[in-house]
């Protein structure tokens, strides 16, 4: 009886009534039926299965569809060898006599029928019938046709096994990866120094929307304030950063060392950090000499430097500023007026510096969860788990890792380093990650691209001339002894 349960009475999401005289009586419930509303017929979706999710569910599926039909197949030939086993204790006379019912000998008239429909096809309803009629003759020659596709289907579960591990392994860590699949897509949209502007622009016209319509005045305060949670991950920063500005070739040397300077010496002073270390050669050329404005070199205390004049290093020699005299002091504040270039590199650089102590934190966390499970299963169960001990590793759906969770943050500076000089896929650096941080690993996808964003701001912070005077504007009120903040225009 076809139901429509669209127009029937409904008792929550789950049950629907049913129509009278639907059931029989006999039936202990003819009132309602179960009706979930994660059914196949429901437009519910319980949950959306990403494509690495779909690989797995589709191994599982053949998986599942090739042991029915070899259990189905199992089944047939154990009836039929019982079959065969009582014919053979029986007279010539009697095996002649002798007959089989619907269900071929089984206790079902479906699952035997459906064995032999799968070996032989249109010719099935014959065999059947021979079955049934003649089962001393055709019991023995069906039951050798059985037995030689259970062995051709066997051996091609071997093989099949072998490719479902294979698909398993490579798709188990990107199935349990939901936000790493549309991160990296959506992550570089967010980082365009267009989306960028975008974002402060907006802040900023909401915030005058709002004075206006409270009649406030012009609002005060920060529009957007970002932190560094942590200064130490600065050095990690810097040095992802100068790794790859030392290896473009489309950055004159002169440029490069300016960019070492505001790395090293111009952001921890800006932020109130301890300036990180220019190399041996740098300190010395930094200290050297540097260029007064009709192009006469002089040493730094003022007195000449004799013989031919040398190139200029750079007009970005940052002395020992006051910042790193106020630093650890949480009423000091640097007020720095910026153009775009500047303010789009200063927030990559705080997005970078934010991404990198997520992982840091992530991977100690892993640490302080793996010393913690093993001490309790040490002293609870009184066991010791070896590393590779984990369920999925031992159901062959991953692959143990060469890498204790104490080094996984350095390993993961070292892979995006390679990343950058092209020395390892980005399949391969993702597919790494997952190993090592799990689902909270989505959030490095994308650091080749964030860094080589705030390279290129570097390059015109350093080469720009409208870049450059607000650079030379912010050194040279900072070295005042009462900076006076300058004035818009």
Not at 170 to 191: E, F, M, P, R
Not at 305 to 317: Q, R, V, Y
Not at 359 to 374: G, P, S, T, W
Not at 423 to 428: H, P
């Amino acid at each position: 009886m076809e139901i429509d349960y669209a127009s029937c009475k409904r008792l929550g999401s789950s049950y629907r009534a049913l129509p009278k005289s639907c059931l029989t009586p006999q039936v202990l419930n003819d009132t309602w039926v179960s009706f979930p509303s994660w059914s196949e017929d429901s437009t519910f979706v319980s949950s959306k299965k990403t494509q690495y999710e779909e690989h797995i569910y589709r191994c599982e599926d053949e998986r599942f569809e090739l042991d029915v039909v070899l259990e189905t197949n199992l089944a047939t030939i154990r009836v039929l060898e019982a079959i065969q086993k009582k014919l053979s204790r029986l007279s010539a006379e009697d095996q002649a006599k002798f007959r089989l019912d619907n269900t071929l000998g089984g206790t079902s008239e479906v699952i035997h029928r459906k064995a032999l429909q799968r070996i032989y096809a249109d010719k099935a309803a014959d065999i059947i019938d021979g079955l049934k009629k003649n089962p001393a003759v055709a019991v023995p020659i069906v039951l050798k046709r059985l037995k030689m596709k259970e062995e051709e289907w066997r051996e091609a579960q071997r093989g099949f096994n072998k490719i479902w591990r294979e698909q398993n392994e490579k798709y188990y860590l990107k199935s349990l990866d939901h936000q790493g699949i549309n991160y990296k897509q959506i992550d570089t949209k967010v980082l365009r120094s267009k989306s960028l502007l975008n974002e402060i622009e907006s802040i900023y016209d909401e915030r005058q929307e709002q004075a206006s319509e409270d009649n406030s005045g012009v609002p005060t305060g920060p529009h957007l304030t970002l932190t560094y949670e942590d200064k130490q991950i600065l050095e990690d920063a810097a040095s992802l950063i100068i790794h790859h500005v030392k290896r473009q070739t489309g950055i004159q040397k002169e440029d490069k060392y300016k960019i070492k300077q505001i790395i090293y010496h111009f952001i921890p002073d800006l932020l109130f950090s301890q300036r990180g270390e220019l190399s041996d050669v740098e300190e010395e050329e930094e200290e050297e000499t540097a260029e007064t404005e009709d192009g006469v070199n002089k040493k730094h205390n003022g007195v000449g430097g004799g013989g031919a004049s040398t190139p200029p290093k750079t007009k970005l020699m940052f002395a020992n500023t006051a910042a790193q005299k106020f630093r650890g002091m949480e009423d000091a504040y640097n007020l720095f007026y910026v153009n775009n270039n500047w303010y789009i590199f200063l927030r990559l650089h705080q997005i970078l510096c934010s991404r990198l102590l997520r992982i840091y934190n992530q991977a100690e966390k892993q640490v302080e969860e793996e010393l913690r499970e093993r001490e309790w299963e040490r002293e609870v169960l009184g066991l010791k788990r070896d590393k590779n001990d984990s369920p999925a590793i031992q159901l062959r759906l991953k692959e143990p890792m060469d890498i204790e969770a104490v080094d996984y943050y350095p390993a993961f500076l070292d892979m995006v380093r390679n990343l950058l000089d092209g020395n390892m896929d980005s399949n391969q650096y993702e597919d790494s990650l997952r190993e090592m941080f799990t689902i909270h690993a989505f959030i490095a996808f994308t650091m080749d691209k964030l860094i080589q964003s705030i390279v290129r701001q570097l390059q015109h912070i350093v080469s720009d001339e409208i870049c450059v005077q607000v650079t030379d504007l912010y050194l040279s009120e900072g070295s005042c002894s009462y900076p006076s903040i300058p004035q818009p225009g």
